[in-house]
């Protein structure tokens, strides 16, 4: 008996089996689907895939919505935050949302430190970004989610976090903890205090 194991996009460790009628049905659910279009990423597809996320973030341009899908959804309490939207919520719920958001935003240039997950459809990897007035580290972390759409892989759902005080303080913000305000230009505005 065959088994299917398809993963959860943000946890990546849960798994579900389900059997299938024979072998003949379907070769592993890790490389085609019985209809012989893709079904899960390959490594090096992954690793595209998160090349693809930096770009979009960090190297925005129009055409790279092409990368991106019609059922596309982004999530981010540490953007919520930003921009007074309900936590736990969508931060980007469609397609069109994201892409306007990206044209009118700054680029923010960011790093990939490690792809530490890959499962079926979805890679999970962290990140860091430095830019603006106080060119502090912001790290991050990201869960990807793509859809095999028009012969290619597309950005289907992104879950982010990251640390949102150090990116606050690059966009030229403050923030007060325990009565002390930090701001982009402070000695210490890097460090919290415990």
């Given at each position: ?9 943000l946890?990546?460790l ?12 379907y070769?592993s659910v ?11 990423m ?5 690793v595209?895939a ?9 190297e925005?341009?129009?055409e790279?919505a ?5 059922s596309f959804?982004?999530y ?19 397609k069109a949302i994201?892409?306007?958001?990206q044209?009118?935003?700054p680029h923010f ?6 792809i530490?997950?890959?499962?079926c ?5 962290q990140?860091?970004a430095?830019f ?15 859809v095999?759409?028009e ?5 289907k759902?992104?879950?982010?976090e ?5 990116w606050?303080?690059?966009?030229g913000?403050s923030?007060?903890?325990?009565g002390k ?11 919290v205090?415990?």
């Open positions: 008996m065959l088994f299917a194991l398809p993963c959860l996009a946890a990546a849960g798994v579900v089996a389900l059997p299938s009628k024979s072998d003949a049905d070769t890790f490389h085609r689907t019985k209809g012989g279009s893709p079904k899960c390959t490594h090096k597809e992954g595209a998160v090349e693809i996320y930096r770009k979009l973030i960090a925005w341009k129009p790279l092409t990368h991106v899908s019609e959804v982004d981010s309490d540490s953007i919520n935050t930003f921009v007074h939207q309900p936590l736990g919520g969508p931060t980007f719920p469609t994201f892409v306007a958001s044209n009118a935003q240039p960011i790093t990939i430190l490690s530490d997950s890959q499962k459809n979805t890679v999970s990897f990140w860091k430095a603006g007035q106080a060119n502090l580290p912001s790290k991050g972390l990201t869960a990807l989610q793509m095999w759409e012969n290619q892989w597309k950005v759902r992104i879950d982010v990251f640390n949102s005080l150090i606050l303080l690059n966009m913000g923030y007060t903890w325990e305000t930090y701001t982009a230009t402070s000695p210490d505005a890097g460090v205090p415990k």
